[in-house]
């Protein structure tokens, strides 16, 4: 079992800044992936940036693309996501998602970003 525990959300304006930070603890071993999602009011919980354990390759959606960046410390066990120039459309709840080799996803509970304008 994987267990993820999200913080680093906040209330900031528009343009301003944010680092959240995803703690693994458990199997750690079996995580192959980490990703940040999101989910504004109403809608669809969505995939906004990606990174491989191994390897460490990432990717991102493209309403955040140049403006977020996913990082990791593999000896901390911890995903990062640095959030630049933030925008009103980037409010939601932030949730962390490890990969598992048991093909099983593991969630975290979420941290609150809002951006006003």
């Known amino acids: 079992q994987v267990q993820l525990e999200e913080s680093g959300g906040g209330l900031v304006q528009a343009g301003g800044s944010l680092r959240l930070s995803c703690a693994a603890s458990?199997?750690?071993?079996?995580?192959?992936?980490m990703s940040w999602y999101r989910q504004a009011p109403g809608k669809q919980r969505e995939l906004v940036a990606h990174?491989?354990?191994?390897?460490?390759?990432?990717s991102y959606a493209d309403s955040v693309k140049g403006r977020f960046t996913i990082s990791r410390d593999n000896a901390k066990n911890t995903v990062y996501l640095q959030m630049s120039s933030l925008r009103p459309e980037d409010t939601g709840v932030y949730y962390c998602?490890?990969?598992?080799?048991?093909?099983?996803?593991?969630w975290g509970q979420g941290t609150q970003v809002t951006v006003t304008a």
């Open positions: 458990g199997s750690i071993s079996s995580i192959s992936a």
């Open positions: 990174i491989f354990t191994v390897g460490g390759s990432t």
């Open positions: 998602r490890a990969s598992s080799t048991d093909r099983r996803p593991y």
